[in-house]
């Protein structure tokens, strides 16, 4: 199951103690303080990946602890510092620090961020030595590592989005368009989760069926939502099954512009489908009347390999040729 929101708890490292110890010399039992530091406490970061379902491994255990520093030694010696802990996130993940309110956003494979610090370590007792406490028994412990609960949610980073309302044809456009495998039914909702494809480089995602007050939340609005911010471009897909093909457009284009305004500036292509269950009339009206928005529009049917083999050419070279999707 793709997992695209979760909420965990992390702790950075604890800092060592620092201790109370003494120069072992001859004669001189306690020949001045030499206790070491406390080591520092593990820092803990997130870092970005490529596995977009990289999530899943962590619904059985949530919690994630950085080492503690190790206790201060003899001969002045300072505490093993702790090993920092690295949190594996999706790239395109939003990490949000639920009781601080600090956001932090991985776009690159590879990238880190620190979301948490390890606490410092202790004081050893030669610390405390004095002209007046030439022999100090004081020392002190190591300070608390940062923690707190992290809700992190993955916003697909693709070149290619594909969105409308349910059932108008997305997983069959994209099982078409690629090899993925999108469950399909004649019924709204059959995608509950975003799926993707790969179409000659190009990465496409199945963006579930979007209904009208998905910008205010209703259904699962904002989570689909959140996935077609950071697509390069958006095939709005239309079924000319409706009763009125372009207020369905115009439905979901109201929607996309209330949830950001910079989906506005997204481009677009119209894709009409189910041709096949529809008279020519109709076609035409409706293409007529979506060629006025000046994005390009396409008629296809899942029985018409053409329609789909034209669309998947102008795709592929468009893509690679304005964003840089492919070599």
Known sequence: ?????????????????????WRQEKFR??????????GHGGDVYVEAVKDLNYLSKYTGNKEFTAENGGNGLKNSL????????????????????????????????????????????????????????????????GKEGESGEFLIEVALVVDVGLVGLPNAGK?????NLTNAK????????????????????????DIPGLISGAAAGKGLGHTFLRHVSRTKMLLHLVSLEEEDPAQSYYTIREELSQYKESLDEKEEWIILTKKDLVNKAKIDS????????????????????DSVKELQDALVSHVRGTYNSAT
Request: proline share 5%; charged share 25%; hydrophobic share 30%.
């Open 1 to 21: 199951m793709f997992v695209d929101e979760i909420t965990i708890y992390a702790k950075a490292g604890n800092g060592g103690n620092g201790v109370v110890r």
């Open 29 to 38: 039992p306690k020949g001045g303080p030499a206790g070491g530091d406390g």
């Open 78 to 141: 300072e505490g093993k510092n702790g090993e920092d802990l690295y949190i594996k996130v999706p790239v395109g993940s939003r990490i949000t620090d639920v009781a601080r309110g600090r956001r932090f956003e991985l776009l690159t494979d590879g990238e880190t961020q620190r979301i948490l610090k390890g606490g410092s370590g202790g004081l050893g007792n030669e610390h405390f030595k004095s002209s007046t406490n030439t022999t100090p028994t004081q020392s002190t412990e």
């Open 171 to 175: 997983s069959t456009l994209l099982n």
């Open 182 to 205: 999108s469950r399909i039914g004649a019924y709204p909702f059959t995608t509950l989760e975003p799926h993707l494809g790969d179409c000659y480089g190009i990465t496409i995602a």
């Open 286 to 305: 409706v293409f007529q009347d979506l060629a006025k928005t000046k994005n390009r529009v396409f008629v296809l049917s899942q029985d018409d390999p």
